[in-house]
């Protein structure tokens, strides 16, 4: 899987692929990160990429020239990358969404930054859009590393122990059910008992009641899509 970060700020984003499970990914070949530059293909003189709202304003835009430019090149050398723009006017990124676009080969992620991208990229160049959550971020940088994580745990070899996903919050309607370590017992708070028993199966019994009660205390419209789900498949 390749991602390509289109970026004012390639430092933002790199750091964060230098530890961790992302980092052994790129060492295995399984993963691959380039990066591009907008201002590396501006047509003014100082690299200009942005300018003045048409219609007023405050801010600035970033401007399509560079973008579209920039945009072009990878497709030409890419035929088969998929660009994904980010932005707090579109549709909220899943789960669902991960799983699907883990079987991409290549993933392009744009970045906007000032008061967003001019709309006209966005129209020529979007094959999806995607916001992260109702609120405004300085940059689109933290929401592609986002984006970028969630699909990269869907990869085929990425993690470690692939049962990692089948247990995890949003694989069902459900968010996932606590989890304890070692030691059993830290400072008179100890772990629930059945968990110490040994019986598996009353121990998914209470997993799922406990994921249940944390889904409708944090996200019952999630608690109510499970119920409604399961009374169908009856």
């Given amino acids: 899987m390749k991602f390509t970060f289109v970026t004012l700020f390639q430092n933002i984003v790199e750091g964060y692929f ?16 380039e ?13 200009k990429v942005d300018d003045t709202a048409v219609g007023g304003g405050a801010g600035m835009v970033m401007n399509p020239q560079p973008l579209y430019d920039a945009l072009n090149d990878l497709k030409i050398k890419n035929r088969d990358v998929h660009l994904i723009f980010l932005t707090p006017v579109a549709k909220s990124f899943r789960q669902n969404d991960a799983k ?12 906007g930054r000032y008061e967003g991208i001019d709309e006209r990229v966005i129209e020529k160049y979007a094959d999806e859009v995607f916001s992260i959550g109702d609120y405004i971020l300085t940059g689109g940088e933290l929401a592609s590393l986002v984006i970028c994580d969630a699909i990269s745990r869907n990869v085929d070899g990425v993690l470690g122990n692939s049962d990692s996903l ?18 059993e017992n830290y400072e008179n708070n100890g ?21 249940e009660c944390k889904t409708k205390f944090f996200r019952p419209e999630q608690l109510l899509k499970h119920r409604t789900r399961k009374s169908y498949e009856k």
């Fill in 100 to 111: 699907r676009l883990a079987k991409k080969s290549h993933i392009a992620f744009v970045s």
């Fill in 166 to 183: 089948t247990i995890e919050s949003f694989e069902t309607n459900l968010l996932e059910a606590p989890s304890f370590s070692k030691p």
């Fill in 191 to 211: 772990v629930p008992s059945e968990y110490l028993k040994g019986n598996h199966s009353k121990i998914r019994s209470l997993k799922l009641a406990l994921s």
């Fill in 18 to 33: 230098q530890d961790s499970i992302l980092k052994r990914a790129i060492e295995k070949d399984i993963l691959h990160i």
């Fill in 35 to 47: 990066y591009i530059n907008p201002r590396d293909f501006s047509s003014s003189k100082h690299g």
